[in-house]
Every structure is written in structure tokens, then in C-alpha cells.
């Protein structure tokens, strides 16, 4: 994959569903949700939990009539129960996804699984587009398909489960999918929740990409619960990338975020619901 740098325009990433928010009007929820804004098109990647969306979107003057498509990234609540409100606006939009996003998933409490998959069933989607391998969704906004997995570091938790013809089992996300946007400064990555690791889905962009610089990263990367061996290797490894900008979110985790702090000084930096980035 080239770029095609005479082609380029500006593209703008906007917070509307995060963690943490500071400005009037707008919530905050544990979820996220990016607004994309390229080449005179405007995506949603992922639509947090459903409870803030649309007044978030509302206070920031973003019509759902202004939406070309969604793009899911997993099948988790956070990520994509907000599909239902945007899609109840607008039911002909486009939705990108694997199709195992709709499979239900769970977390085990010991006691008992507690439900964290989606809302909404395939069936209630008009025009699904199911995305199994790195696919351009839009000229030059990407999805990576599904994600392989090569470090054993990165193995998924196994507290989350998935339920397969009525039989619970390990849910090693291979729904989870990442989007990269080219610009002229080089990639822009977003990242969701990053359960197939941060180091796994890196790798994978960087072979769809070859010798193209990543520029930003930006998003949740699920080290919350991650000890400190991973997350010393995990930024070891980002220090590789030469990036210049990386913005931990969501469920990145106070740790991560201190050492990415510690390493990165200045290209680290702190954004919560309504911020943007302009690239």
C-alpha cells in the first residue's frame, strides 16, 4: 500500500463519547466514539455506550443527517451500544464491522457472566457491511481487518467470554478491528479498545503499510489491568515508531499512561470529549 500524497486533505478526528470530559453541555461515559472528517466525508468510529451520543453530538453542532457511515470496532457494549440511537435518526446508513460483533459477549465475575455485548442484532441493520480483511472503507480511511496475533504478551484476559452455539468460551476478539487514516504527515491510527494488543495491531498496520511513518496514535489501548512487564515492553516498542503524537484514552490505564508520560514527555497528551485534532 503507497500513499497517494497529491491526494491527501486535511483530515479532523473529534472526541464525542470518552471517559472524561470538562466542557459545558457535553457528558462524559465509560465508552468511546471518534468523529472522522476526510475528504468532505464523516464516519463514526464506534458510538460509546448510547447514554451521551447524541447530546454530545447535538452540543457540537453534528447532525446525524452529517454521516456517511459508522464503523464498529468490536462487539462490545462501550464501543457500539450508541448504534441503536444514531441508527434509529438514520436507518440507511452504511455500518462497517466484522460480522462477529453480533456473537454475545460477557465478562466473568466469578460468580456469574455479566452481558457486555451489543444491542443491537445484525437483522436490525439495513445496510451492514461485514469486514473480515483490511478494507478501504473510504478513500484513504482504512480498517485493518482482523488482527493476528504474534506476542504472547498480548494474550486477551481471560475473564471475557463469548457465547458460540449456546456454549460459552474464550473470547479472544477476533472481531476487534483498528482504523488508520492517510495523511500527509504520515498515518493517523485510531484505536478502540485494543484487546488484540497495541504491539498486534501496530505490527499488522505496519504490514499493510511498509515503510510509511505513523504519525499519531490515538485511543483506547486496554493495559488498565496490564502489569508492568507489558506495559514496559509495550513502550518500549512504541518508542520504535518514531510517532509524534500519541493520545492514550478510554481504557489505556493510569499506569500506561504515567509511563507513556515518562517517555514520550510532550508528544503524550491528555483530550477528553469535544476535542479535536486536526492533521
Not at 464516519?43 to 447532525?63: A, E, P, S, W
Not at 500527509?184 to 511498509?210: D, R, Y
Amino acid at each position: 500500500m503507497e500513499l497517494r500524497l497529491d491526494e491527501l486533505s486535511c483530515a479532523k478526528v473529534m472526541i464525542l463519547v470518552e471517559n472524561r470530559v470538562a466542557k459545558e453541555n457535553l457528558l462524559a461515559e465509560h465508552g468511546l466514539s471518534f468523529l472522522i472528517s476526510y475528504r468532505e466525508k464523516n464516519y463514526l468510529f464506534d458510538t460509546g455506550q448510547g447514554l451521551v451520543l447524541i447530546n454530545n453530538m447535538k452540543n457540537l453542532g453534528i447532525k446525524v443527517s452529517d454521516i456517511n457511515g459508522v464503523i464498529l470496532s468490536h462487539g462490545h457494549y462501550d464501543h457500539g451500544n450508541g448504534l441503536q440511537e444514531i441508527l434509529a435518526l438514520n436507518s440507511e446508513l452504511e455500518v462497517f464491522a466484522h460480522p462477529e460483533v453480533f456473537i454475545p459477549k460477557y465478562s466473568d465475575k466469578k460468580v456469574n457472566l455479566v452481558p457486555r455485548g451489543l444491542k443491537v442484532k445484525k437483522e436490525e441493520i439495513q445496510n451492514f457491511k461485514p469486514i473480515r480483511k483490511a478494507t478501504e472503507v473510504s478513500a484513504g480511511l482504512w480498517m485493518t481487518g482482523e488482527i493476528p496475533r504474534r506476542y504472547k504478551l498480548e494474550e486477551v484476559s481471560n475473564k471475557f467470554k463469548r457465547e458460540v452455539a449456546g456454549q460459552i468460551q474464550q473470547d479472544n476478539f477476533i472481531d476487534e478491528q483498528a482504523v488508520f487514516i492517510e495523511t500527509k504527515k504520515g498515518l493517523v491510527v485510531l484505536l478502540a479498545c485494543t484487546h488484540a494488543g497495541v504491539i498486534n495491531t501496530l505490527e499488522h498496520i505496519k504490514s499493510l503499510i511498509g515503510s510509511q511513518k505513523i504519525h499519531a496514535i490515538i485511543g483506547g489501548m486496554h493495559l488498565i489491568n496490564a502489569n508492568q512487564k507489558r506495559i514496559n515492553e509495550t513502550v518500549s516498542y512504541l518508542a520504535q515508531l518514531n510517532f509524534e503524537l500519541i493520545v492514550p484514552l478510554h481504557c489505556t490505564g493510569f499506569n500506561a499512561l504515567q509511563a507513556m508520560l515518562a517517555k514520550f514527555k510532550d508528544k503524550v497528551k491528555l483530550r477528553q470529549v469535544g476535542e479535536e485534532f486536526i492533521f
